[in-house]
Nanobody, 124 residues
Framework: QVQLVESGGGLVQAGGSLRLSCAAS????????MGWFRQAPGKEREFLAV????????YYADSVKGRFTISRDNAKNTMYLQMNSLKPEDTAVYYC?????????????????WGQGTQVTVSS
């Protein structure tokens, strides 16, 4: 069992930066692939980035590539999402998720555990 808690969301102006954190409980955090997703009102949950358990594989959505960076510290059971050059269209609830499979996935339905989400609002 893994429990995930996101933090770091807030209100930021366009062009600004935020760093989200995802604290995980559970002894097997290091063996999970960890991903970030977001969901804007009226839209489906959207894949952003994923990093495999060994941190050997990292994938990004085209919409955030070059602006967002995913990282993880297995010793601290924590994952991060550094978000730079934020745009108003980045406004959404951001979720972290854990996948028991070692191969990182972009699919929402392949993730086993989800955090409660943290709101990110980017003003123009």
């Amino acid at each position: 069992q893994v429990q995930l808690v996101e933090s770091g969301g807030g209100l930021v102006q366009a062009g600004g930066s935020l760093r989200l954190s995802c604290a995980a409980s559970g002894r097997t955090f290091s063996s999970y692939s960890m991903g970030w997703f977001r969901q804007a009102p009226g839209k489906e949950r959207e894949f952003l980035a994923v990093k495999s358990w060994s941190a050997g594989r990292t994938y990004y959505a085209d919409s955030v590539k070059g602006r967002f960076t995913i990282s993880r510290d297995n010793a601290k059971n924590t994952m991060y999402l550094q978000m730079n050059s934020l745009k108003p269209e980045d406004t959404a609830v951001y979720y972290c998720a854990a996948d028991r499979l070692p191969v990182p996935s972009r699919r929402v339905d392949e993730y086993d555990y989800w955090g409660q989400g943290t709101q990110v609002t980017v003003s123009s």
